[in-house]
């Protein structure tokens, strides 16, 4: 599923290692087309992690309605980019944090 690994690629490129499900979910415009469809399908976020979930790639806290995964993980994850992937992602992250600030 190409849902589940754009979530990988944004884990990946991410500051923390706890992302809230909302920043999926408020910034699925600026992710890249995969994540885009959680805009209309929101339930697609469920299947995708529930893909990670079942290869033990991240947990899912629902009462805090977080996601959460190994630094290890994250670390491979992003050595494993090229260099214009990762700045790709990160691109991408950073445009989605700056709408969930401040929504227009």
Known sequence: MNMAADILRVLAVMQTVDIPE???????????AELEA????????????????????V?????????????LLQRV??????D???????SRVTAASAAIKSPL
């Open 22 to 32: 909302f920043f999926f979910l408020a910034g699925a415009r600026h992710l890249g």
């Open 38 to 57: 959680l805009i209309t399908e929101p339930y697609l976020l469920d299947l995708a992690v529930g893909v990670l979930r079942r290869l033990s790639l």
């Open 59 to 71: 947990q899912r806290h629902t009462e805090k309605q977080m996601l959460a995964f190994h630094p």
């Open 77 to 82: 994850l992003s050595e494993h980019m090229s």
């Open 84 to 90: 214009r992937e990762r700045a790709m992602w990160k």
